[in-house]
């Protein structure tokens, strides 16, 4: 039971993390753009995948910028799973020279997958195969995000890796590893 409120606690200290910046939501300048990020996604650098996400600008200036993000995709790793993601990220954006920036992300949400590739079997204690339907597994999924970005007048050129954790898998965890890429668009003139 003392192993299960630690990882409680844990969970909940990574997504008060996560969401810190948000904390600086009262000091926000209103005019600051939302933006619509589309971006490639390959877990593992060889399962695809696309997410999509809505990106706000806190707190900033010409130097950094402190962002929040909620974010939707998914990943195809064929004969083995199919997977579906929603995560809330907070990350920081700082200027390294010209419109060239390095950014880090974290984040809290939540990964369904389900099996693909054939059908599955379950062998219960009697002995007996049986057919055994799908419905998918329900994991926590942590992430962080380094990455560069470049901008450019009206849109934003990015390229990150993506480290998340799939909790549970196999009563552990597992660290999955993926690289995305895409563009950024200001959703306001």
Known sequence: MDTLLTRGHKNLLLFLFALLPAAALAQADTTRTPQLALS???????HPGLSGAI??????????????????GFYYHRYNNTGIFLMLQSGARYRLVGNLFIENYVGVGYLHTFLNG???YIVDAAGTVKRYHDYGSGHFMPSIS?????QMKSMRLFARSMIFWQIPFNRVSLVQYGLEAGVSINLKK
């Open 118 to 120: 054939g059908k599955a």
């Open 40 to 46: 490639f996604l390959a877990i593992d650098g060889l």
């Open 146 to 150: 380094p990455g560069l970005s470049y």
């Open 55 to 72: 990106e706000q600008s806190l707190v900033g200036n010409y130097r950094y910028s402190l962002v929040a993000t909620a974010k939707a």
